[in-house]
């Protein structure tokens, strides 16, 4: 059996850099808002039937300098909504440029119109607090399920680690790639943390059987479950991985960063469960059973 545990600490430093990277490219350089937070255009145009909708945004966001944050079919086969950040005359003229240039002057403008931002400051308070709220119920959900705090308070620290880490990638990738944070990113968070609770409670599970069946030390025991539990985690983690890797070099740039978030957050939720949650939970365990020790030899 692999003695996981043994390099506790080494987990706890490679998350340690992850998370003061993190934590640098948000304070170095924030997150890039899309159009779902800051309000832009959307126009729908009769273009024709199945219009290269990939090369018009590249042309878009390359001539105009503007995010394109989607364009879909809407209704009929050649009417398309545009969503993008807020331009100007000059702009929209060399919008309908590259319009008429990428279909053969087949374009028809149907609406055009500025909207205000669909994620507001009021909802993103809101969302913080439904997750808070959501967070401190799992917490005491596990510690009930477990009978220990030291669960709960592990698993939900191992959680907020891959919120975290996937919030600070996109800073990195807004500066560097200019990703954008929209409405997808939100759900693509909220998916993170439900699939690191959910991976991080197999594991705990898989802990409480064995002090049940054998009882002994729980490092030992965390060992024996971790090394039981690995390949399950890794197989399940990896039929996922390779989906969202199919997306973000298959499925075009309106689902690319969506995808690309959630391949951070599988990837970050796998690597948290086994090597930050149960590394917590044993050396808190062994820190609290010194602390008894040394109280009993007083």
Known sequence: MINWLKYKYIYFSISLLVLSLSIFGLLRWGLKLGVD????VMAEYKLVKNAPTEAITSQIEKELGVNVSSISQVGSDDVYLFRLSNINESQKEKL???????????????????VGPS?????????????LISSFFILLM???????????????????????????????????????????????LLTTLSFSVHDTIVVYDRIRELQKKEGGEITSLANRALSETMVRSLNNSFTIIFMLLAMILLGGS?????????????????????????PLLVVWNSVEEKMRLRRLSR
């Open 37 to 40: 937070f800051t309000g832009g």
């Open 96 to 114: 309908n440029k590259i319009l008429k240039d990428a279909t053969n002057g087949k374009v028809e403008e149907l609406r055009f119109e500025s």
């Open 119 to 131: 994620v507001g400051p009021e909802l993103v308070k809101k969302t913080v607090y439904a997750v």
């Open 142 to 188: 596990v510690a009930r399920q477990f009978s220990s705090f030291k669960f709960g308070v592990s698993a939900i620290l191992a959680m907020f680690h891959d919120t975290f880490i996937l919030i600070g990638s996109f800073a990195w990738f807004g500066h560097f790639f200019s990703a954008e944070v929209d409405f997808l990113f939100v759900t693509a």
């Open 254 to 278: 309106t689902v690319k960063w969506f995808a690309a978030a959630l391949l951070v957050g599988t990837i970050s939720g796998t690597y948290s469960s086994p090597f930050v949650a149960v």
